[in-house]
């Protein structure tokens, strides 16, 4: 199980990603992404159905590869590098539920003034 209060950062890798590569492969797509440091990071990768994610969790340690699938539904994925958004905790928690994660904008409120 992952304990995602540990985790620094966490990266989506947009686009199909073939899961029949291992974890050397995967880690270079992860260097590709950020470059390899001492943080406690997590790549996720997705299939072309969009129903497969490997998460490719490195630490200090060493690295973790994990497969989440789905039955019924599919991953809301970012099929390219401008729909890929940074996520935070709760929206992987979402992610990893099958559920579609949401960008949520902070929405400025104009304060009205009664006279």
Known sequence: MIDL???DHIFLYPGVTDLRKGRNSLRHMAYEISKDDNQHKL????NRKTNLIK???KDENGVRVYIRS???SRFGWPRDINEAKLINRS???WLLKGLKYI???EKTTK?????
Do not use: A, M
Request: proline share 0%; with cysteine; aromatic share 20%.
């Open 43 to 46: 790549f996720l990768f997705c």
């Open 103 to 105: 960008k949520f904008e």
């Open 5 to 7: 209060s540990t985790i």
């Open 55 to 57: 998460i490719y969790e």
């Open 70 to 72: 789905l039955d019924e």
């Open 91 to 93: 929206q992987l928690e």
């Open 111 to 115: 304060e009205k003034v009664i006279f």
